[in-house]
């Protein structure tokens, strides 16, 4: 199947600085990508899709300007956290989609813990 | 608007037993089905999927879910566990519009295979 590579896979940052995570398909060309968070023992909270070429759709909720995505290649997506706290500590996962294709690939998934 | 129901956030079974992790979903639109399994500190992989055509579906690891459109349920069983099939598995859904392949996910089930 298609991968799809996330990096880093753990990251702690000290609490008011900002960490990127990238998310990269590596045999597609992927036009979406999502970005989860996922708490523990929670499901995954969709927080924004993310089109190649477009600003990035949001779900309720979910702070823009705190989580900024980058969708710049339709290889490449970015999660940025701004001025991250310790509340922000979380799995962070994204999926992938080539073209219409129904099947979502999902990355490896980064830790954040913020102290 | 869909929404995914896991009403069990655990099962414990033993090794050789059956088992089966209840899946129900509400959409007021047709739907694509999937379930995915999450080993720890890893990604989501998918592990089968009802897009059309026959009701129960398969994987290459002996687990099998079957839609039930009037019980809007996609329960995932197998007939015969091991200890390796210990992780989480989540449910989810999208609608069958396709415009942006949205999932959404249960809370998960945790199957915790013994020996």
């Known amino acids: 199947g298609a991968v799809v590579s996330q990096h880093p896979s753990r990251v702690i940052c000290k609490s008011g600085t900002s960490v990127k995570i990238e998310c990269r398909s590596l045999?597609?060309?992927?036009?979406?990508m999502f970005w989860y968070r996922q708490f523990p023992k929670k499901s995954l909270m969709l927080m924004a899709t993310?089109?190649?070429?477009?600003?990035?759709?949001?779900e309720q909720g979910v702070e823009k300007d705190k989580f900024l995505i980058n969708h710049a290649s339709l290889t490449l997506s970015t999660l940025t956290v701004t001025s991250a706290h310790p509340e922000d500590s979380s799995f962070y996962i994204c999926?992938?989609?080539?073209?219409?294709?129904?099947?979502?690939?999902f990355g490896q998934g980064t830790r954040l813990t913020v102290v | 608007a869909q929404s995914v129901t896991q009403l069990d956030s655990q099962v414990p079974v033993f090794e050789e037993a059956p088992v089966e992790l209840r899946c129900n979903y509400s959409?007021?639109?047709?739907?694509?089905l999937f379930w995915y399994v999450q080993y720890p500190n890893q990604g989501l992989q998918l592990l089968l999927k009802?897009?059309?055509?026959?009701?129960l579906v398969e994987s290459i690891n002996g687990f099998e879910a079957e839609f039930n459109k009037s019980q809007t349920s996609f329960h995932l069983r197998k007939p015969s566990v091991h200890i390796s099939d210990t992780a989480e598995y989540f449910c989810?859904?999208?609608?069958?519009?396709?415009?942006?392949?949205?999932?959404?996910f249960g809370t998960g089930t945790l199957l915790a295979v013994q020996p």
């Open positions: 999926s992938a989609h080539e073209g219409g294709n129904t099947e979502a690939f």
């Open positions: 045999d597609f060309q992927a036009t979406t």
């Open positions: 993310s089109n190649e070429g477009s600003k990035a759709t949001y």
């Open positions: 959409s007021s639109v047709s739907v694509y």
């Open positions: 009802y897009l059309s055509g026959s009701t």
């Open positions: 989810a859904v999208s609608d069958q519009d396709g415009a942006t392949n949205k999932l959404i």
